[in-house]
């Protein structure tokens, strides 16, 4: 972990123009280790009157920003949502209009299954500025930190990423037969709830059952956790070791590469202890 203080402020040369009164940037924060957000979007954090953010956006990177910035909390689960995404579009006119700096703070990347394409185009509608940033996508992140590639020359010449959840709840219809084929890798954004529908339709199209999969529950924070399992007994694992979401499920053979890279991996977080006594000391460093 890395101490922040909220007044801590990082100057770099950055080829941009100052975000604008009126404007809205939709931003990625990366998968959730602050030390992953890009020095674009900490420039952003730094300048914007207010924040409206995802449920995934860590409260280190939060810190980051002005301390007098407003803060939207517009964080959305299965069948929860704090707004809809209807109100949450209204949400970024209104504080446009009124001549903010928007920050729109998405988990990830926020044209990766993260509706930016959707409040893009309501800004479009109705006459907003925006610029977008792009954020290290879940998929990456998780499976680095889980000490596995995507792809391997040995093991996956290409790599899918597909959503676990449809809109409005809607059946799950996707070309099976293109994500069962050998030397490939899929990665199942939210799809818990999907996992049994997942496995069956695989299979049902050729994946064998001995296929690895891997489970990476909030993955790049602290409470990561991720197990390795295989096709035929997702499920039963899924259920074993009460996975909640934010999980990705990562099938393909390359996954069995972190029996051997992961424990080679060195530490890339200081323990809790080493961040209380960086606080303590004032060190207020910022991770990039």
Request: glycine content about 10%; charged content about 20%.
């Amino acid at each position: 972990m890395t101490a922040f203080r909220h007044n801590q402020t990082c100057h770099f040369g950055l080829d941009e123009a100052p975000l604008a009164p009126g404007e809205v940037a939709i931003v990625g924060a990366g998968p959730g280790d602050p030390g992953l957000l890009t020095l674009r979007a900490l420039s952003l954090l730094q300048q914007a009157d207010c924040l409206v953010f995802d449920r995934l956006v860590s409260a280190e990177i939060l810190a980051m920003a002005r301390p007098e910035a407003r803060r939207y909390y517009v964080g959305k689960a299965s069948r929860c949502h704090a707004l809809t995404q209807e109100e949450t579009n209204a949400l970024l006119v209104r504080l446009a209009g009124e001549g903010q700096r928007v920050l729109r703070l998405k988990g990830g990347d926020p044209y990766i299954f993260g509706r930016g394409g959707e409040e893009a185009e309501y800004l479009i509608e109705h006459g907003i500025g925006f610029r977008v940033v792009p954020g290290i996508t879940s998929a990456s992140g998780c499976s680095s930190y889980a000490g596995f590639p995507l792809t391997h020359r040995d093991y996956a010449q290409s790599v899918t990423f597909v959503t676990g959840h449809c809109k409005g709840d809607r059946d799950l219809a996707l070309d099976w037969a293109a994500l069962a084929v050998p030397h490939h890798t899929t990665v199942f954004y939210m799809g818990l709830a999907n996992a049994e529908l997942i496995r069956r339709e695989l299979q049902a199209h050729g994946m064998p059952a001995e296929t690895p999969v891997a489970l990476v529950e909030r993955g790049t924070t602290p409470e990561q956790r991720h197990v390795l399992a295989t096709l035929g007994d997702l499920v039963e694992v899924i259920e074993r070791e009460a996975f909640r979401p934010p999980t990705l499920i990562v099938v393909g053979e390359v996954v069995s590469l972190a029996e051997t890279l992961a424990p080679a991996m060195t530490r890339l977080a200081r323990t809790p202890e080493d961040a209380i006594d960086a606080l303590a000391q004032g060190m207020g460093r910022v991770a990039l």
